[in-house]
């Protein structure tokens, strides 16, 4: 059975940077597409980008093209999402999401989402 | 990048009834290469992370009742609930990811009346 596994919340200063971890157990880990999306408070669900990890090269949505980067450690079977440069709008809900079957990338297996919070 | 629209925004529903959401995108999510239509549903009941309903159009996630139902083509898809169950509210979210970078539709609320 896959799980993911996030990080614990956390609490941020405008111009700060934070890393977000993803551990998965439970079936392939490096086959499978690892996607991050955010959910700011009593909003929508928004694609920040993406990783195959035996391919290494991450996809990303161009809005935070340039602050966000997503890598992932096969040995440990762990996916991070780091995000720089924070404004207030980036508090919101993170979650890693893991790929099915032949849908590499298709957002089957949800993490438990981790809440980050931007504030002076 | 390619945009998503949901109607309605707002469902209300009656137990037992059916429930149907539309989806449209601003290009068509076919892949030519593989003939699959790249447009998945999720489910987001309150207080919890999302749940993949429906994948590449018409094919029911693992564990999802067989009332859920995907169909579409080309622009315009479409999920019906056949008979909507109580456990059924949350918001519905469509999304292709036939391109980078995946995009979502605004997201359907269903609330029971």
């Known amino acids: 059975q896959v799980q993911l596994v996030q990080s614990g919340a956390e609490v941020k200063k405008p111009g700060s940077s934070v890393k977000v971890s993803c551990k998965a157990s439970?079936?392939?880990?490096?086959?499978?597409?690892i996607s991050w999306v955010r959910q700011a408070p009593g909003q929508g669900l928004v694609w920040m980008g993406g990783i195959i990890p035996v391919f290494g090269t991450a996809k990303y949505a161009q809005v935070l093209q340039g602050r966000v980067t997503i890598s992932a450690d096969e040995g440990t079977n762990t996916a991070y999402m780091e995000l720089n440069s924070l404004r207030s709008e980036d508090t919101a809900v993170y979650f890693c999401?893991?790929?099915?079957?032949?849908?590499?990338?298709?957002?089957?297996?949800w993490g438990q989402g981790t809440l980050l919070t931007v504030s002076s | 990048e390619i945009v998503m629209t949901q109607t309605p925004l707002s469902l209300p529903v009656t137990p037992g009834e059916p429930a149907s959401i539309s989806c449209r995108s601003s290009?068509?999510?076919?892949?030519?290469?593989?003939?699959?239509?790249?447009l998945d549903w999720y489910l987001q009941k309150p207080g919890q992370s999302p749940q993949l309903l429906i994948y590449t159009l018409s094919n029911r996630a693992p564990g999802v009742p067989d009332r859920f139902s995907g169909s579409g083509s080309g622009t315009d898809f479409t999920l019906k609930i056949s008979r909507v169950e109580a456990e059924d509210v949350g918001i519905y979210y469509c999304m292709q990811r036939i391109e980078f970078p995946f995009t979502f539709g605004p997201g359907t609320k269903v609330e029971i009346k």
């Open positions: 290009q068509s999510l076919l892949d030519r290469d593989d003939g699959e239509t790249s």
């Open positions: 999401v893991r790929g099915i079957g032949a849908h590499a990338w298709t957002l089957a297996h």
């Open positions: 439970g079936g392939s880990f490096s086959t499978y597409g």
